[in-house]
């Protein structure tokens, strides 16, 4: 009888184990607006499928950014942790990598979710979407690739969609051409004109070597300009599979639906074995694209077409899983990196950013616009449908949840700031473990947000703010996004307060007048923040001028291509399967 009984007893630990490990998927939109999902109030864009999603699950209404842009924010949720501790926040203006011959990236001695995962037997892949570095010292050391941080399996791209990796799209680099190209242009051809205008009025003999010295400062300066334009976009803008371009430059054409391929193939291939899924869209950075079936369909012009690609996208991810019937067993995740970029506005003036709703500021900025995001989590197996959350949660939470949901102990050696969800999912806690959150604006932190326990109140100190322009607009149309030092921020003393819990969109800072305890809770808040700061060690800073600049022996070219560094694997590999 014992016999029997054991068996059944360890049939049972099993089952119980499997059901205890769903497979995780988590889905990240590039640059989505907490207002533009119809689950939170957009009533003009059509996401049924992201809908479907919050409605069969949690709807986090307070859903936080680690940081407002892209690079930062992605080190955040990868490792769990504010990502000033890994060196992944710049001291500098450009806070996010342009180059994927940089050498700074996520360092090799953090710990990824997708490596915990891993080493408990997950599947794990990337598709989409990477942007936090490639490689350090060679390009064929690979140190900060995807498949060097916990992923068996890697497609997509290893930076970001950019404007200049579409033809006609226009440039990021608009003010750096102004500054470095045509003002030392004008400069030079004004002299020259000055100087040919004297020397005929015989005041003044210009010396041949000057001329022709700033002939040849000239044509250095527009040769290197047009060689930048002809080589940004094969450089920067191309796919990978695994350690391999295939691709080079991308193309746009049907690629939502290549990567919901490669991601549905995944899954596939994996129903028997748990996985791990990080499914990162490019959808809805600029520049802006959207296959023939989607064009032109939405209200809302190539933005709102392009969001109703990927809603289509996640729609055939549920899908899939509905037909191999995994859908009880996966947690399903999803959001955006930032809130919307309010300031993309094409050259013909079309409206290229996002909704925040009620939200004041967006990318770049911390202002909650630029940190509220989606936030929608389903596991219909242990996940009561039809929540909705009101506390504080972070990007940086996912880590700590995914981990304990696959039974890996968190790492020891290093502090961890995001917080298990599943004690709030499951209705086990009403309160957010989140008593403070630090919003920094890269490097720099901008703001705290103080949640004291057993209250309703959630207050918010901002030490400075961005200096919108034009003066009463909500972003920094004159420099694109936000910056945060010098003459574009004011600084507060005392901080600027609000009560986001009845201020949300932050319209009215409390005063001592309006607010009794004004210099209590900012005193609690400042305590916090300086305890905050101790913990911080000194780590290289991956945005370094060193880490951040293009470097020529770190470039990837297709194998044979030669200079052109072009080649199309995909067409190739369509033809052969044909």
């Known amino acids: ?67 407002p842009l892209c690079t930062p924010s992605r080190a955040a949720f990868m490792t769990g942790r504010y990502p000033v501790r890994s060196g992944m926040a710049s001291w500098s203006r450009t806070g996010v990598f342009l180059f994927t011959a940089s050498s700074g990236g996520l360092p090799t001695n953090e710990i990824t979710f997708a490596k915990l995962l891993k080493d408990q037997g997950y599947s794990t892949a990337l598709i989409g979407k990477w942007h936090l570095g490639m490689s350090c010292h060679s390009k064929t050391d690979f140190c900060h ?3 060097h941080h916990g992923f068996n399996y890697f497609y997509g791209i290893s930076l970001t969609n950019l404007r ?8 990021v680099f608009t003010t750096g051409f102004k500054r470095l190209v045509f003002i030392p242009l004008q400069i030079i051809g004004v002299t ?90 490019l959808h809805v950075h600029t520049a802006l694209f959207s296959s023939k079936d989607f064009a032109g369909k939405s209200k809302h012009g190539v933005y709102g077409d392009a969001v109703e690609e990927m809603d289509w996208s996640v729609g055939q991810i549920l899908n899939l899983l509905d037909e191999l019937r995994l859908a009880n067993d996966t947690l399903i995740y999803f959001t955006s990196d930032q809130g919307a970029h309010v300031e993309e506005v094409s050259s013909k003036g079309e409206i290229h950013g996002g909704s925040n709703g009620i939200y004041k500021g967006g990318k770049a ?25 009101d506390e504080p949660t972070s990007n940086m939470d996912i880590f700590p949840t995914v981990a304990k949901l696959a039974g890996a102990p968190l790492p020891e ?12 999912l499951e209705g086990k806690s009403q309160h957010s473990d989140h008593e403070f959150l630090f919003h920094y604006c890269n490097a720099y932190l901008n703001a705290v947000r103080w949640h004291p326990q057993n209250s309703t109140s959630i207050w918010k100190a901002f030490f400075f703010t961005p200096n919108f322009n034009p003066v009463g607009s909500n972003g920094c149309f004159a420099t694109h996004v936000c910056f ?42 400042q305590e916090a923040a300086d305890r905050h700061t101790q913990t911080l060690p000194e780590v290289p800073n991956q945005f370094s001028w060193d880490n951040f600049l293009w470097k020529p022996w770190l470039q990837l070219c297709c194998p044979s291509s030669g200079l052109s560094c072009q080649c199309d694997r995909e067409k190739q590999d369509k033809r052969l399967s044909h």
Not at 3 to 22: G, N, Q, V
Not at 262 to 281: G, K
Not at 413 to 424: K, Q, T
């Open 1 to 67: 009888m014992k016999i029997p009984f054991l068996l059944l007893f360890f049939l049972w630990e099993a089952e119980s184990h499997t059901a205890s490990r769903p497979n995780i998927i988590l889905v990240m939109a590039d640059d989505l607006g907490i207002g533009d999902p119809g689950c939170y109030g957009n009533k003009t864009l059509r996401t049924p499928n992201i809908d479907r999603l919050a409605s069969g699950g949690v709807k986090l209404t307070q859903h936080l950014a680690a940081s």
């Open 413 to 424: 050696d290093r502090i961890i700031d995001g917080r298990d969800l599943m004690p709030l």
């Open 484 to 525: 945060c030092f010098g003459s574009y921020v004011t600084h507060h003393d005392p901080p600027l307060l609000f009560d986001i819990s009845k201020d949300p969109r932050e319209r009215n800072p409390l005063t001592p007048a309006t607010e009794p305890r004004f210099y209590e809770i900012l005193k609690v808040i």
């Open 365 to 389: 900025n911390n202002w909650e616009g630029g940190i509220r995001v989606p936030g929608i989590l389903r596991w219909p197996r242990v996940i009561q449908a039809g929540q909705k959350i």
């Open 192 to 281: 020259l004109l000055t100087f040919a205008a004297l020397n005929c009025l015989g005041l003044l003999r210009m010396p041949l070597g000057i001329f022709f010295s700033l002939l040849f400062l000239a044509a250095l300066i527009l040769t290197l300009f047009l060689g930048f334009l002809h080589y940004f976009r094969p450089l920067n803008c191309f796919m990978m599979r695994n350690y391999e371009i295939i691709q080079q430059p991308m193309s746009y054409d049907n690629l939502t639906q290549r990567l919901t391929v490669e991601a549905a193939q995944f899954i596939q291939r994996n129903t028997e074995t748990p996985f791990l899924l990080v499914l990162s869209y």
């Open 145 to 147: 690739h995807p498949l």
């Open 164 to 171: 200049d990796c579409k033809p006609g799209e226009g440039s």
